[in-house]
T-cell receptor, first 114, second 112 residues
């Protein structure tokens, strides 16, 4: 059982380049999320999708776009990468309507923007 | 003031020690309180979940919530080197999706 799978695991970009981080989950979860994690800043929500066909901004959405391709897949796109977007990005999923607070995270994608 | 405050540490203790990790929060609408554990270069995983005020125990781990003080704690008894990780508190309000607000995390090292 793979859970939440993120690709790529590592990426180096130059300022101004674009790229897409891919995320897929095989747990039949309705809700999916993109977080970034920076030293001293903790986990911050970029975008989330409560269900297929819907997306909403989180705490730090500027410079990012998302696509909920289907129930399994939720991608994060950087249109014009900036050094401030150097971070570790985590995708997560959860069952909708559950109040246990249980998010299932991928292993992260480490992005460096030069 | 950030919604959730957590001392980032780092915290270093000898094996067998009792560890206390804490978070404070400002949003009185938070009803659900979680502790996640994150090993180095891995994603966070849910360790414990508590609804409203009170205590919850799971093996060596005890989670406490004091809503009147807006303060939550995680206690680890008989700490082991395998407990070395970053511990993140998280919380959410009633209803809606699992949109959590996380603390910054406390890095714990348990020395053999």
């Amino acid at each position: 059982n793979a859970g939440v799978t993120q690709t790529p695991k590592f990426q180096v970009l130059k300022t101004g380049q674009s790229m897409t981080l891919q995320c897929a989950q095989d747990m039949n979860h309705n809700s999916m999320y993109w977080y970034r994690q920076d030293p001293g800043m903790g986990l911050r929500l970029i975008y989330y999708s409560a269900s297929e066909g819907t997306t909403d901004k989180g705490e730090v959405p500027n410079g990012y776009n998302v696509s909920r391709l289907n129930k399994r897949e939720f991608s994060l796109r950087l249109e014009s990468a900036a050094p401030s977007q150097t971070s570790v990005y985590f995708c997560a999923s959860s069952r909708q309507g559950m109040n246990t607070g249980e998010l299932f995270f991928g292993e992260g994608s480490r992005l460096t923007v030069l | 003031q950030k919604e959730v405050e957590q001392d980032p540490g780092p915290l270093s203790v000898p094996e067998g020690a009792i560890v206390s990790l804490n978070c404070t929060y400002s949003n009185s609408a938070f009803q659900y309180f979680m502790w996640y554990r994150q090993y180095s270069r891995k994603g966070p995983e849910l360790l414990m979940y508590t609804y409203s005020s009170g205590n919850k125990e799971d093996g060596r781990f005890t989670a406490q919530v004091d809503k009147s003080s807006k303060y939550i704690s995680l206690f680890i008894r008989d700490s082991q080197p395998s407990d070395s990780a970053t511990y993140l508190c998280a919380m959410k309000a009633q209803g809606g999706s699992e949109k959590l607000v996380f603390g910054k995390g406390t890095k714990l090292t348990v020395n053999p």
